[in-house]
């Protein structure tokens, strides 16, 4: 089975910017559509980014459409989040997805994925 981690987590300012990165084992991320997800505290799990299998399709919701950028690289089996103005609401766990998929579509709900990383913090402090 695919093994996910999250790393690149911490605590930062509002404006800085910060850099997650998901590392896959035990397969390849070729046939995978790929996201990320966020949880704060007292809230659902809401869609941050998603990158369907040849990373030629990204979507992001309002809430950090032109902030985040959501990138991978198949030859490396890694995906990363790379994220600007950052903004205290913007504080919460970040968790790496992953779906095998049979189509290039992006995937944006979480009963789409079937693995999941451990989640990395990420705190934006006012």
């Known amino acids: 089975q695919v093994q996910l981690v999250e790393s690149g987590g911490g605590l930062v300012q509002a404006g800085d910017s910060l850099r997650l990165s998901c590392a896959a084992s035990?397969?390849?991320?070729?046939?995978?559509?790929m996201g990320w997800f966020r949880q704060a505290p007292g809230k659902e799990r809401e869609i941050v980014a998603a990158?369907?299998?040849?990373?030629?399709?990204?979507y992001y919701p309002k809430s950090v459409s032109g902030r985040f950028t959501i990138s991978r690289d198949n030859a490396k089996n890694t995906m990363d989040l790379q994220m600007g103005s950052l903004k205290p609401e913007d504080t919460a766990v970040y968790y790496c997805?992953?779906?095998?998929?049979?189509?290039?579509?992006?995937?944006?709900?979480?009963?789409?994925?079937?693995?999941w990383g451990q989640g990395t913090q990420v705190t934006v402090s006012s």
């Open positions: 035990g397969g390849t991320l070729r046939a995978r559509a």
């Open positions: 990158i369907n299998w040849s990373g030629g399709t990204t």
């Open positions: 997805a992953s779906r095998r998929t049979f189509d290039s579509a992006v995937r944006t709900s979480t009963h789409e994925y079937d693995y």
